[in-house]
């Protein structure tokens, strides 16, 4: 089709890295392009922090899970909402008048914001040849992450983001049907049961596939099943009220 | 640098679409890139309504803030956090165990997902020399809004995107400084006072230039200050926990 749609097409995360280095000016490349994602109303309200330091990289990989692989990129990006330059910004004008910012619908503007950013960020640096992994563990002990970071209240991290070139060639995991995502005109719920059935097939086939052909492998409903049964961070609620954000 | 990140340099939002189709494989196309984004554990908690019939888009351009691009673009995308497929994957194997889709962490997950999909499809788009807008107007009367859609409970609209090939060349708005969206090692408030009034003057020249050097221009902060004040869909939490999410 075009050099990048055969890039997006490519992607798979990429969890072990070579030691080679990425420059500054890489990634002052892949952070400038994350900037010319779309933002509502251009309020920008995301930051990211770009960790290189082998150590705190060290304390940051057990807080998210102890995923090695954060300690072992070259560099560590951890996407943040951040509402917080956006109330110093707006109050010195306000005189005293009440602000909105604690709102659910800044909270999802700025999660919405971050997550934008980040993937053109994932789509630059594939777009040279590094590798990139999301890492959800920021949040598993979301308060002592964020003290390590030293985020202000009204900022918490979405996400992090492994970044380096990968030492490692892993297969293209399959997504669900077509038809399963996309819609048309309205929302087709009596399909899903169909979509879902059809994607637990393929994905069998593909685990099976990965594990050398052995023992049989559960389908992808199995796994979604397992966690949703798992209280996973529950304490994300309390958290953000806790920090200002989504108290309205 | 290379194609993908000249690309993503060029990025503006279009608001006047030409009357040339997009055609079924190019709308396929698209989505099949949205799919490739990364998502937590697979779980792919999205999904995307294609609008594309006259009388439909007009009836979402007048609840998304009567927004006439909306109808009059060829097609429309309606960008959903969907985490009704993820239940109904998964409970028929829970044998009535407790399940927790209705935390705020899958909230989070969802709405993360639809935006990780929805940045590619808007790169997949720019790439084949389409326009895009995101819509955040879709959450104005998203009660209404997700009716239309016959949207089931667990999903919601994120945000909309018009699709089509652009009929105007508006400038690239500036952003703000690299230093003050990326910080090293830890977050830099100190410094958030000082990027902010850089970029004041940057957004000032730039609006001003933009009204043709007349009048004078009010910098980001005041634009900042004004969203701050106001009271911006604040059924956004109500409407979530009636629909089932974000509920502890």
Redo the contacts between chains.
């Keep these: 089709?075009?050099?990048?749609?055969d890039?997006?097409?490519?992607?798979r995360?990429i969890r072990k890295y070579s030691s080679r280095e990425v420059t500054e000016e890489q990634?002052?490349?892949i952070?400038?392009?994350?900037?010319?994602?779309?933002s509502?109303?251009?309020?920008?309200a995301?930051?990211?922090?770009?960790?290189?330091?082998p150590e705190?990289k060290q304390t940051l990989s057990v807080l998210a899970g102890n995923q090695a692989y954060i300690a072992e990129c070259p560099v560590f990006l951890v996407w943040?909402a951040d509402l917080?330059?956006?109330?110093?910004?707006?109050?010195?004008?306000?005189d005293g008048?009440?602000?909105?910012?604690d709102?659910?619908?800044n909270f999802?503007?700025a999660?919405?914001d971050a997550?934008?950013?980040?993937?053109?960020a994932?789509?630059?640096a594939e777009?040279?040849g590094l590798g990139i992994?999301?890492i959800?563990g920021v949040?598993n002990q979301i308060a002592e992450f964020s003290e390590?970071?030293?985020?202000?209240e009204l900022?918490y991290p979405?996400?992090g983001m492994c970044l380096g070139y990968p030492d490692q060639q892993p297969d293209?995991?399959p997504?669900?049907p077509?038809e399963?995502?996309?819609?048309?005109?309205?929302?087709n719920?009596s399909s899903?049961?169909e979509?879902?059935a059809n994607y637990d097939n393929t994905y069998t086939a593909y685990m099976q596939a990965r594990s050398g052909g052995g023992k049989p492998a559960a389908g992808?409903?199995?796994?979604?099943?397992?966690?949703?049964?798992?209280?996973?961070?529950?304490h994300?609620?309390d958290f953000?009220q806790h920090r200002g954000m989504?108290r309205?």
Tied chains: 1, 2.
């Design positions: 089709m075009n050099e990048t749609i890039l997006l097409m490519k992607h995360s990634l002052q490349r952070v400038q392009a994350a900037q010319m994602a779309s509502s109303s251009s309020v920008q995301y930051s990211v922090i770009a960790v290189t330091d705190q943040c917080y330059r956006l109330k110093q910004a707006g109050e010195q004008h306000l008048a009440e602000s909105y910012i709102s659910t619908e999802i503007i999660t919405v997550s934008l950013a980040a993937q053109n994932a789509v630059a777009s040279m992994v999301y959800g949040r390590v970071l030293q985020l202000p900022v979405v996400f293209v995991r997504r669900l077509l399963g995502v996309l819609h048309r005109g309205t929302y719920a899903v049961q979509q879902v992808w409903s199995q796994f979604m099943a397992k966690r949703l049964a798992e209280p996973v961070r529950l994300m609620k953000l989504m309205r």
